[in-house]
């Protein structure tokens, strides 16, 4: 029975890691400003996925963010913009939170690098 704890927890650590590499991305995403929108929506999704401990939310929460992302060809119909503030803070909080050798954040006294809940 503890080989399916051991899974688990390696289906969580793999939904972390894809998690915290597509968040990284996205701070240096160039995007026009409406699209921000769609990418904190999809902020959104990830942290509501970390907060249920859910790896399947968090894979699909994942894809989400994926798609929100520049596009191979680019059509320029306004001007680009780097993540506003609320985008980096978001995604930087998300960063330390499942990165399990970054130190908390004052006042963050929960971790979700543990084990996801059963």
Do not use: Y
Request: glycine share 6%.
């Amino acid at each position: 029975m503890g080989g399916n704890a051991d899974d688990g927890a390696a289906l969580w650590r793999e939904a972390c890691d894809e998690a915290v590499l597509t968040l990284r991305d996205a701070l240096e995403w160039v995007l026009p400003e409406p699209s921000w929108e769609h990418v904190l929506a999809a902020v959104s999704e990830i942290a509501q996925a970390v907060a249920a401990a859910s790896p399947e939310l968090l894979f699909e929460a994942t894809s989400q963010l994926e798609l929100c992302g520049p596009r191979r060809i680019v059509e320029r119909l306004g001007a680009a913009d780097k993540a506003p503030l609320q985008a980096r803070e978001q995604i930087t909080a998300l960063v330390q939170t499942l990165t399990p050798d970054s130190e908390p954040t004052s006042g963050d006294s929960t971790r979700k690098d543990a084990q996801p809940r059963s």
